[in-house]
């Protein structure tokens, strides 16, 4: 199946910092997702990307599509408690949406 | 309630045992999913419907069974649980081929003992 690689798998950090993650593929996408994951519930859409090079935010976070389609990145600035979760990625091959492994945010208050 | 409800909420079933998970939305939409959520993997694609009466298999399609006589319903049956079934179950929809994203349940914990 389509391989979606996410990093880093987990992140340790204070309140207040900036948060960076990113997500590889091995094939281009049309189309790029971000979901969060609170615990012990399902998936939330956070950021949808439609077009390489776009720039799209959602208050505190900000995602890319990366120009080659091939990636795609998310940024959150001031973490807070509530930003604790599990961030995925995805991306559409025909009519399935892959997902990558995640990534898992802690923040520290 | 408007939305995506999957039940039960937790299972713990015993080995051989068949096991069928729901999942009901209220939107009317086309396409509904199975995932089962693993640490290290991720969210893996089991089963998919793009309507009613079609169905058709994802990465991990395996020991599962679905079926779906109505569009709000979209039941998984796991037809002889196995250990390696042990995992969290979510159900998602999406009006069309999901370009605006998925809605998930809120998931079912399933342990086979």
């Known amino acids: 199946g389509q391989q979606l690689n996410q990093s880093p798998q987990s992140m340790f950090i204070q309140e207040g910092e900036d948060v960076s993650m990113n997500c590889t593929s091995s094939?281009?996408?049309?189309?790029w997702l971000w979901y969060k994951q609170d615990p012990g519930e399902g998936p939330v859409l956070l950021i949808a990307?439609?077009?390489?090079?776009e720039l799209t935010s959602n208050g505190r976070l900000t995602a890319q599509f990366g120009i080659t389609r091939k990636d795609s990145f998310l940024n959150i600035s001031a973490s807070i408690p509530s930003d604790v979760g599990i961030y995925f990625c995805?991306?559409?091959?025909?009519?399935?949406?892959?997902f990558g492994t995640g990534t898992s945010l802690t923040v520290i208050p | 309630d408007a939305g995506i409800t999957q039940s039960p909420r937790y299972k713990i079933t015993e080995t051989g045992r068949q096991v069928t998970l729901m999942c009901h939305q209220t939107?009317?939409?086309?396409?509904m999913f199975w995932y089962r959520q693993d640490l290290g993997h991720g969210l893996r694609l089991i089963y998919y419907?793009?309507?009613?009466?079609?169905?058709d298999k994802g990465e991990v399609p395996d020991g599962y069974v679905v079926s779906r006589s109505k569009t709000e319903n979209f039941p998984l049956t796991l037809e002889s649980a196995t250990r390696s079934q042990t995992s969290v179950y979510f159900c998602?929809?999406?009006?069309?081929?999901?370009?605006?994203?998925?809605?998930f349940g809120s998931g079912t914990r399933l342990t086979v003992v």
């Open positions: 939107w009317s939409h086309s396409y």
């Open positions: 995805a991306g559409p091959t025909g009519n399935q949406f892959y």
């Open positions: 419907s793009a309507a009613a009466d079609i169905t």
């Open positions: 094939s281009i996408f049309n189309t």
């Open positions: 990307l439609y077009k390489a090079g």
């Open positions: 998602a929809s999406t009006r069309g081929t999901g370009g605006n994203g998925y809605t």
